[in-house]
């Protein structure tokens, strides 16, 4: 990736945004963070800033997915801190509205129209969802009518994405990211091969999919009437039609006790067994295959969906490790103890979760505020839990460029 010069600083809501400065060379770990193209309207969902005290919402204008400007200055920020590449969103029906765009057309090409693209690299992360997604069962039945639809999106990133040379390829080949694959239940390879068979019959060629396979609790690939509705065991016949696999996020936040001891992590991550029981969880899924299959560790800088769901009442996870640490030791700790830790030789990559979802509080990227833990609910912490939020600035952002450059230079990746 070629070194670009840039020139300026710009401030924006209490935070100097960084839209000019050399960029880094490529690491040779390759960090990928994933990307949101559904702002502003996805605010409307509930975010827990809307909802902290003093209001600090995230400005509609720094959310604008429809304007090159928006990705033009995310690119630049990624860039500095050796984010390689973003997994950009893509679903294109909205849940119960069939055939109402949800994802865009327009946001994807305002986001390729960047002037600075060429300093980036993106993959498609397809949202498996819209295949539809039975929730009581957490299933998502491969059935052929879903299998056409899978390959017509599947042609359709060939056609539009494939071909642009900022295209992430691996090995030669495009990648594509395809999101909660552990649900998949019946005819999972071949829906895969098929898709396979597809694109190379138009002469697309291979690609390179990822899977979210990756969690503490995984739905049967051939349930049964007597089998149990989730397990805990990796779905290695489901496994291995992916070139590898990743999880999306390790965050638990609803204890199943028929599942054994719960993975929900309550409370600040410092004072829980989360690095040693996630570092467990990538080596148990690298075993199932005998290494077959690679494992791609993800970080995320915590986790609180209360904003959008709080009826549900999963607990927060802090951003902050233990009580007075800094707003980005969550992440920190995360990604140097337990994620460069499992990083697996045969795909030296990383996940950040996520460059910019605030629906579940996980994006990384620079945002104004204020330090609280109030929020507006009548007991003034429903929606903080009594943690600070609000004011991180550029504390997610420079903790990662310290973390990935301190991991290039203590490891000898595998170019």
């Given at each position: 990736?070629?070194?670009?010069?840039?020139?300026?600083?710009?401030?924006?809501?209490?935070?100097?945004?960084?839209?000019?400065?050399?960029?880094?060379?490529?690491?040779?770990?390759?960090?990928?963070?994933?990307?949101?193209?559904?702002?502003?309207?996805?605010?409307?969902?509930?975010?827990?800033?809307?909802?902290?005290?003093?209001?600090?919402?995230?400005?509609?204008?720094?959310?604008?997915?429809?304007?090159?400007?928006?990705?033009?200055?995310?690119?630049?920020?990624?860039?500095?801190?050796?984010?390689?590449?973003?997994?950009?969103?893509?679903?294109?029906?909205?849940?119960?509205?069939?055939?109402?765009?949800?994802?865009?057309?327009?946001?994807?090409?305002?986001?390729?129209?960047?002037?600075?693209?060429?300093?980036?690299?993106?993959?498609?992360?397809?949202?498996?969802?819209?295949?539809?997604?039975?929730?009581?069962?957490?299933?998502?039945?491969?059935?052929?009518?879903?299998?056409?639809?899978?390959?017509?999106?599947?042609?359709?990133?060939?056609?539009?994405?494939?071909?642009?040379?900022?295209?992430?390829?691996?090995?030669?080949?495009?990648?594509?990211?395809?999101?909660?694959?552990?649900?998949?239940?019946?005819?999972?390879?071949?829906?895969?091969?098929?898709?396979?068979?597809?694109?190379?019959?138009?002469?697309?060629?291979?690609?390179?999919?990822?899977?979210?396979?990756?969690?503490?609790?995984?739905?049967?690939?051939?349930?049964?009437?007597?089998?149990?509705?989730?397990?805990?065991?990796?779905?290695?016949?489901?496994?291995?039609q992916f070139d590898a696999v990743t999880a999306y996020?390790?965050?638990?936040?609803?204890?199943?006790?028929?599942?054994?001891?719960?993975?929900?992590?309550?409370?600040?991550?410092?004072?829980?067994?989360?690095?040693?029981?996630?570092?467990?969880?990538?080596?148990?899924?690298?075993?199932?295959?005998?290494?077959?299959?690679?494992?791609?560790?993800?970080?995320?800088?915590?986790?609180?969906?209360?904003?959008?769901?709080?009826?549900?009442?999963?607990?927060?996870?802090?951003?902050?490790?233990?009580?007075?640490?800094?707003p980005a030791s969550t992440l920190d700790h995360l990604?140097?103890?337990?994620?460069?830790?499992?990083?697996?030789?045969?795909?030296?990559?990383?996940?950040?979760?996520?460059?910019?979802?605030?629906?579940?509080?996980?994006?990384?990227?620079?945002?104004?505020?204020?330090?609280?833990?109030?929020?507006?609910?009548?007991?003034?912490?429903?929606?903080?839990?009594?943690?600070?939020?609000?004011?991180?600035?550029?504390?997610?952002?420079?903790?990662?460029?310290?973390?990935?450059?301190?991991?290039?230079?203590?490891?000898?990746?595998?170019?």
């Amino acid at each position: 990736m070629a070194v670009g010069l840039v020139i300026a600083l710009v401030a924006a809501g209490g935070i100097t945004w960084l839209v000019a400065r050399p960029a880094p060379p490529s690491s040779k770990l390759l960090v990928g963070a994933y990307y949101y193209l559904w702002y502003p309207e996805n605010l409307a969902q509930g975010t827990l800033r809307a909802q902290l005290v003093p209001a600090q919402a995230p400005p509609a204008a720094l959310m604008n997915s429809q304007s090159p400007a928006t990705a033009e200055r995310d690119i630049t920020n990624a860039r500095r801190v050796g984010i390689d590449f973003f997994a950009l969103d893509w679903w294109p029906s909205a849940p119960g509205t069939p055939g109402r765009l949800y994802q865009s057309d327009e946001a994807m090409a305002d986001f390729l129209k960047a002037k600075n693209l060429d300093r980036i690299k993106f993959a498609m992360f397809y949202e498996t969802w819209n295949l539809g997604f039975v929730a009581p069962r957490e299933a998502l039945p491969v059935t052929p009518a879903k299998e056409r639809e899978f390959d017509g999106d599947m042609v359709y990133f060939a056609r539009h994405y494939f071909s642009n040379p900022s295209y992430l390829r691996i090995d030669g080949r495009p990648v594509v990211f395809l999101y909660l694959t552990r649900t998949m239940t019946g005819d999972v390879a071949g829906m895969m091969q098929g898709a396979r068979s597809t694109l190379e019959a138009r002469g697309y060629g291979d690609p390179f999919f990822i899977g979210d396979e990756v969690y503490w609790r995984v739905t049967p690939v051939h349930p049964t009437k007597t089998s149990p509705v989730l397990t805990t065991a990796p779905q290695v016949a489901r496994i291995e039609q992916f070139d590898a696999v990743t999880a999306y996020t390790l965050y638990y936040g609803d204890p199943i006790p028929s599942l054994g001891p719960t993975k929900a992590f309550i409370g600040y991550p410092g004072t829980t067994d989360v690095v040693n029981d996630e570092i467990g969880l990538w080596r148990r899924y690298r075993q199932a295959t005998d290494n077959r299959v690679p494992v791609i560790p993800v970080v995320s800088p915590g986790f609180n969906d209360r904003g959008v769901r709080l009826a549900i009442n999963h607990p927060a996870q802090p951003r902050q490790w233990l009580p007075g640490d800094g707003p980005a030791s969550t992440l920190d700790h995360l990604f140097t103890q337990m994620a460069v830790p499992s990083v697996d030789p045969a795909l030296p990559m990383i996940m950040v979760t996520a460059w910019n979802e605030w629906n579940e509080d996980t994006g990384v990227e620079p945002i104004p505020g204020t330090p609280t833990s109030r929020d507006d609910s009548p007991s003034g912490d429903a929606y903080t839990q009594g943690y600070t939020y609000g004011g991180e600035g550029m504390a997610a952002v420079d903790t990662l460029r310290r973390d990935i450059a301190a991991a290039d230079r203590a490891h000898p990746w595998t170019a």
